[in-house]
């Protein structure tokens, strides 16, 4: 009897123990998904920002059409977001969109903006891309790794996306009221829409761009332009009305018409835009914003363990426009 006893004991001792391995293997995964999904998305904000030339926008040549940003600051705001990315992926694990998660994920969202604020000086660097990657890196989050798909991934953000924060300041954004004088969706619709610019126009830009054998940064300023040339771009309308737009949607559809920034004359298109964006002081921050969740999603569904750092200061250095 005593050796029976003895013997279930250490059978119970051995799924204890086994169980407690198991539960800290799986706690050890989650924290790692987490720091993995908050590092892909502070890497796509830099790649997007160090991205060169790009029209209106912060990349390596300055500021753009910008008095209050540079590259400098633009880093500094994505490492400085990048914990609230965790905290999102954190409270995301294991969970399914609901309401409760939707105003999770928006508390977290407003001290990621309080902090990009301070971190920044007071300059809105990326207001935009903590809503749109912050929902892509929960969705991604609550899905297994096998089944994180852009498709699936964005069908997700949009469960998230469709629930109301209902503890949100009863403030009227730049957004709204582009919104509501233009008829815009602006951020919010993308979401709830399923990202159709990232998921449809975007990512297979960007891959057919490459598999066309095109250089990386000449691959990205397409898939920028891509969108450029079809989204209504709430930034461009709040600094320059629906001109401002028309420029911009105009200006990148030629140069993709001239067969993209690897052609001679779609880089004279581009930096033909570039000034048209600069003198009236207008940037498609909308369109940045959407280039990063995509090289954020590519990544994913590559199941990378980062985004490839930007280089299009090296390739433009050998030539890249060259034919």
Same mark, same amino acid.
């Given at each position: 009897?005593?050796?029976?006893?003895?013997?279930?004991?250490?059978?119970?001792? &051995?799924?204890?123990? &086994?169980?407690?391995?198991?539960?800290?293997?799986?706690?050890?995964?989650?924290?790692?998904?987490?720091?993995?999904?908050?590092?892909?998305? $502070?890497?796509?904000?830099?790649?997007?920002?160090?991205?060169?030339? #790009?029209?209106?926008?912060?990349?390596?040549?300055?500021?753009?059409?910008?008095?209050?940003?540079?590259?400098?600051?633009?880093?500094?705001?994505?490492? &400085?977001?990048?914990?609230?990315?965790?905290?999102?992926? /954190?409270?995301? $694990?294991?969970?399914?969109?609901?309401?409760?998660?939707?105003?999770?994920?928006?508390?977290?969202?407003?001290?990621?903006?309080?902090?990009?604020?301070?971190?920044?000086?007071?300059?809105?660097?990326?207001?935009?891309?903590?809503?749109?990657?912050?929902?892509?890196?929960? /969705?991604?989050?609550?899905?297994?790794?096998? +089944?994180?798909?852009?498709?699936?991934?964005?069908?997700?953000?949009?469960?998230?996306?469709?629930?109301? !924060?209902?503890?949100?300041?009863?403030?009227?954004?730049?957004?709204?009221?582009?919104?509501?004088?233009?008829?815009?969706?602006?951020?919010?619709?993308?979401?709830?829409?399923?990202?159709?610019?990232?998921?449809?126009?975007?990512?297979?830009?960007?891959?057919?761009? $490459?598999?066309?054998?095109?250089?990386?940064?000449?691959? $990205?300023?397409? &898939?920028?332009?891509?969108?450029?040339?079809?989204? !209504? !771009?709430?930034?461009?309308?709040?600094?320059?009305?629906?001109?401002?737009?028309?420029?911009? #949607?105009?200006?990148?559809?030629?140069?993709?018409?001239?067969?993209?920034?690897?052609?001679?004359?779609? +880089?004279?298109?581009?930096?033909?835009?570039?000034?048209?964006?600069?003198?009236?002081?207008?940037?498609?921050?909308?369109?940045?914003?959407?280039?990063?969740?995509?090289?954020?999603?590519?990544?994913?569904?590559?199941?990378?363990?980062?985004?490839?750092?930007?280089?299009?200061?090296?390739? !433009?250095?050998?030539?890249?426009?060259?034919?």
């Amino acid at each position: 009897m005593q050796t029976d006893f003895l013997s279930d004991l250490d059978l119970r001792t &051995t799924d204890l123990r &086994t169980t407690a391995l198991s539960t800290a293997w799986d706690l050890a995964n989650d924290q790692a998904r987490v720091a993995l999904l908050a590092g892909l998305g $502070r890497q796509a904000l830099i790649a997007e920002a160090e991205l060169t030339p #790009k029209p209106g926008l912060v990349d390596r040549r300055g500021a753009g059409a910008h008095s209050d940003l540079s590259l400098a600051i633009m880093k500094c705001s994505a490492f &400085t977001i990048e914990p609230y990315f965790c905290q999102m992926a /954190a409270v995301s $694990r294991g969970s399914y969109p609901s309401q409760a998660l939707r105003e999770r994920l928006a508390f977290i969202g407003r001290n990621a903006e309080g902090a990009m604020l301070r971190a920044t000086g007071g300059s809105n660097s990326h207001k935009g891309a903590i809503w749109v990657l912050g929902l892509l890196i929960s /969705a991604t989050a609550l899905l297994d790794e096998d +089944k994180a798909s852009a498709s699936v991934v964005a069908a997700t953000a949009k469960k998230i996306a469709s629930f109301e !924060d209902r503890a949100a300041p009863r403030l009227v954004s730049h957004g709204d009221m582009v919104a509501k004088q233009y008829g815009v969706s602006g951020a919010r619709g993308e979401a709830i829409r399923g990202f159709p610019h990232v998921v449809d126009i975007a990512l297979p830009m960007l891959r057919s761009r $490459r598999a066309s054998g095109a250089l990386e940064s000449l691959a $990205r300023l397409d &898939t920028l332009l891509s969108v450029m040339s079809r989204l !209504d !771009d709430t930034c461009l309308l709040y600094r320059g009305g629906e001109e401002a737009l028309v420029t911009a #949607k105009e200006g990148a559809a030629a140069v993709m018409d001239a067969g993209g920034t690897r052609r001679p004359i779609g +880089k004279q298109q581009l930096e033909r835009l570039d000034r048209q964006l600069l003198e009236m002081g207008v940037s498609p921050g909308g369109s940045g914003d959407l280039l990063a969740a995509t090289l954020f999603l590519d990544a994913i569904e590559q199941e990378q363990d980062e985004v490839e750092a930007d280089r299009s200061e090296l390739e !433009d250095t050998y030539g890249a426009y060259r034919t």
